[in-house]
């Protein structure tokens, strides 16, 4: 019997061999490179000193948070039976951050506190403090600092205190017996939080300079005397950063502010994860620590330095050197947009306006509600409460709109992390002026930024809507780029009313417009980034350009690198945490991922894409959404497309084009996971863009 015949046999070529996709970049190393790139900002000589410092607080308070979050929820998902990490992985991403820390304190001793002395700023330690300095120090500790302090010797009836989540402390060995005779030698003392950590000198003592000293220099030269007829043999200073995330029963919950509200108290006291000593501590102390803590050796971080840099903004508030600070740059008003004087419900009947923040003052979205509050014409005023901050004129005014009779409609997102009392507390202010206040979707954070104002016009209702891609915040508005989005276009409009209406009745709603998540948004994204790949195939003009926070989500990934296989040319602009390996070739080689650390946090989410030359080939998106899993699925969130062409341009010119040609303040991502800096002179978008609007 013959054999059979098989498809080779039939003399068509074998298939080219496909080398498999790349393995995506660690999530982990991701973010801790980001905080890389914030610390090489202060060594950048062309950086205001104190703002070089400010760089090095901000790298902590990174840092804390990441400690807080991610690598807690590793660490809860390697104590899980096939939770996928294991305590190698823990210790690696560990040894990874003990490496950026050592890093962040080295270029502190080493290049930034040599330059603050060379000007004049100075921290004094107890060594080098003068006789004049010491009595004072000794007046402010007898006066300000002894009379909060306990000290607690440890004993049975005196166990392990437990200390708070990122609180200052000491550990203590003493020599000798207490007053009944014993010899328990393990002493802890708990720095209250409403201390100041940084203390100014006054002129008479500081020698012609700006002096300071820290509290915890104040503590160590007076802890033998918190214990009388004791010697202190050894000691540290210490800091535990704890699990923060607030712990509910979504099945389970029926009052989501309540449940939230009980819990608050307890982020303080979640699981250990990290302990933090200084470089002197004796192993004997931070071993002891390491067992109260049930915490691994690789959670121990020896640091040369106070145990909590973030702190250290307080000098740099206190410090009197404008000249050693970023040049006061003050946003402006849009006039051309926006003319002074003119109703902006008027002016939005001629269009839609961008506003672009901080280069653009946020001024008009208070102005937008302030009109709102005050026209007697206006009816109703929805907004969503991400984060606002504990004092807020937007807020205020929403109150105020309660008050004069307005419907007021409140979406108070209670879960958002680290801002959940603020928010608790705006809440029960809106209720208690009859606004009617939802909590958006329990497991599903609220994270659109939108508010929307009914007003009635000649006998008819008409909308106006402001979406963002960030927080109704005017503090952050200085500090974060952003763009805010103001129009009457009754898709727009309608499509922002039907989610406030799905959000209190939870009811389905089919959108106009406007693309939302946890719903269309992820598979719509995917659905265009195919159409780039399938114009690629074709031949025909296919471009992606995104800018976003971080891109973390699988399903995003691989439709990018199909769209890269196939041959579309693709900008990613990433500030933070980027899993896709750019360059690969074959796979990813027309890809490329950039990230712009500068004065300001780069926060705007754009999104371009063109599968053709026709002017109908083309969209852009603004998005409250980065592409992270979460945000895809697990969050509320907007994409709402810019149609008017002249905006869909301005959008482009401003907040793409200038980041692709970025040279000063950007970072290139390489196939093997390293970002390496452009240039260390040329061009900087955010310092073009300010002398713009400048």
């Known amino acids: 019997m013959a054999d059979e015949t098989r498809v080779g046999d039939l003399g068509e070529p074998p298939a080219a061999a496909v080398s498999p996709p790349p393995t995506l970049l660690n999530r982990e190393s991701s973010i801790l490179q980001f905080n890389r790139r914030v610390l090489a900002q202060a060594r950048r000589p062309d950086v205001p000193l104190l703002e070089r410092l400010r760089y090095v607080t901000i790298v902590s308070s990174n840092l804390d948070e990441f400690f807080e979050v991610r690598f807690a929820d590793l660490a809860e998902a390697s104590r899980r039976p096939g939770g996928g990490v294991s305590r190698e992985d823990l210790a690696a991403v560990a040894a990874a951050a003990h490496a950026l820390i050592d890093e962040q304190y080295a270029l ?364 109704y915040n005017p503090k952050t508005a200085r500090l974060y780029t952003d763009l805010g989005y103001l129009s009457t276009d009754p898709e727009l409009t309608a499509d922002a009313d039907a989610v406030f209406q799905q959000l209190a009745s939870q009811g389905r709603t089919r959108m106009r417009r406007m693309l939302t998540a946890p719903f269309v948004l992820h598979r719509r994204l995917i659905a265009h980034i195919a159409q780039v790949a399938a114009a690629a195939r074709a031949g025909r003009p296919a471009r992606i350009v995104a800018k976003v926070n971080a891109l973390t989500d699988p399903g995003l990934i691989a439709a990018l690198m199909d769209a890269g296989r196939a041959g579309a040319k693709i900008d990613l602009v990433i500030r933070g945490a980027c899993m896709l390996p750019p360059g690969v070739p074959g796979h990813t080689d027309t890809i490329r991922v950039r990230s712009v650390v500068g004065r300001f946090l780069e926060h705007t989410r754009v999104l371009y894409f063109r599968w053709g030359e026709g002017d109908d080939d083309e969209v852009l998106y603004l998005s409250s959404a980065d592409w992270m899993s979460r945000n895809m699925f697990r969050r509320i969130e907007l994409a709402w497309p810019v149609r008017d062409a002249a905006l869909r341009q301005r959008i482009v010119d401003e907040a793409l084009v200038p980041y692709l040609h970025d040279e000063l303040d950007a970072w290139t991502l390489g196939a093997d996971g390293a970002y390496r800096r452009v240039a260390e002179a040329g061009i900087s978008a955010q310092q073009a863009l300010t002398r713009r609007y400048r």
């Open 108 to 471: 502190l001793n080493d290049e930034v506190v040599p330059e603050l002395q060379r000007h004049g700023i100075v921290v004094v330690n107890h060594a080098d403090r003068d006789e004049a300095q010491r009595r004072w120090v000794r007046r402010f500790f007898e006066r300000e600092v002894r009379p909060l302090l306990v000290p607690l010797v440890l004993d049975p009836s005196h166990p392990f205190p437990l200390v708070a989540n990122k609180s200052l402390n000491f550990i203590a060995r003493l020599g000798g017996r207490d007053a009944f005779g014993r010899e328990n030698s393990i002493a802890i003392v708990k720095v209250p939080r409403v201390l100041p950590r940084v203390i100014r000198l006054p002129d008479s003592v500081s020698g012609g300079r700006q002096a300071f000293v820290l509290l915890t220099s104040v503590i160590r030269a007076h802890l033998e005397e918190l214990f009388p007829g004791r010697s202190v043999e050894s000691f540290s200073q210490f800091r535990v950063t704890r699990d923060s995330e607030l712990e509910y029963d979504a099945e389970d919950v029926t009052n989501l502010r309540q449940a939230l509200r009980s819990n608050l108290s307890k982020r303080h006291f979640g699981l250990a994860i990290r302990l933090e000593v200084v470089h002197s501590c004796p192993q004997e102390l931070h071993d002891f620590l390491l067992r109260q803590l049930q915490l691994p050796e690789y959670a121990l971080y020896k640091v040369n330095g106070p145990v909590n840099l973030a702190r250290l903004t307080e000098l740099i508030d206190q410090a009197g050197s404008d000249d050693l600070r970023f040049p006061r740059y003050e946003p402006v008003w849009p006039a051309a947009d926006l003319p002074p004087g003119r109703s902006i419900f008027d002016r939005l009947h001629d269009g839609d306006v961008v506003l672009h923040h901080p280069f653009e003052s946020f001024e008009p979205v208070v102005q937008f509600l302030r009109e709102a509050v005050e026209d007697p014409d206006v009816l109703a005023i929805k907004q969503t409460i991400y984060r606002t901050g504990s004092q807020s004129v937007l807020m205020d005014l929403l109150i105020e709109a309660a008050r004069r009779g307005k419907e007021v409609m409140a979406v108070v997102e209670l879960t958002a992390r680290f801002d959940e009392e603020a928010n608790i507390n705006w809440a029960e202010r809106l209720e208690a002026v009859g606004a009617q206040v939802v909590y958006g979707v329990v497991g599903l954070k609220t994270h659109a930024k939108l508010m929307l104002v009914t007003r009635r016009e000649h006998g008819r209702l008409r909308r106006y809507v402001h979406l963002s891609t960030g927080n």
